[in-house]
């Protein structure tokens, strides 16, 4: 059973920072791609970044250059920093990875970006 378990969510100004941080129990978790969405109130699901097993990364417009995508292979964990939050950043964060065609979630955590 894969779970995912998202932390580091809350409540910040804008312009200011917050670290999210995934804790994946996947046994093969360093060959897995990582996803970062996040869904605003009204809106469907969107993409935000991927990390790959080697490292490489991914970033939707609307946060590159903002958002860094990273993991740790010996913690099972990846982490998104954000920074530069603007209002519109506002939603629910989720941590995804598929294996074996199967698709796994965690259960979200908040960020409202918001003075």
């Known amino acids: 059973q894969v779970q995912l378990v998202e932390s580091g969510g809350g409540l910040v100004q804008p312009g200011g920072s917050l670290r999210l941080s995934c804790a994946a129990s996947?046994?093969?978790?360093?060959?897995?791609?990582m996803r970062w969405y996040r869904q605003a109130p009204g809106n469907q699901r969107e993409y935000i970044a991927s990390?790959?097993?080697?490292?490489?990364?991914y970033y939707a417009v609307s946060v590159k250059g903002r958002f860094t995508i990273s993991r740790d292979n010996a913690k099972n964990t990846v982490s998104l920093q954000m920074n530069s939050l603007k209002p519109e950043d506002t939603a629910v964060y989720y941590c995804?990875?598929?294996?074996?065609?199967?698709?796994?979630w965690g259960q979200g955590t908040q960020v409202t970006v918001s003075s």
């Open positions: 995804q990875t598929t294996v074996y065609s199967n698709e796994y």
């Open positions: 996947i046994t093969i978790f360093s060959i897995q791609i």
């Open positions: 990390i790959t097993g080697g490292g490489n990364t």
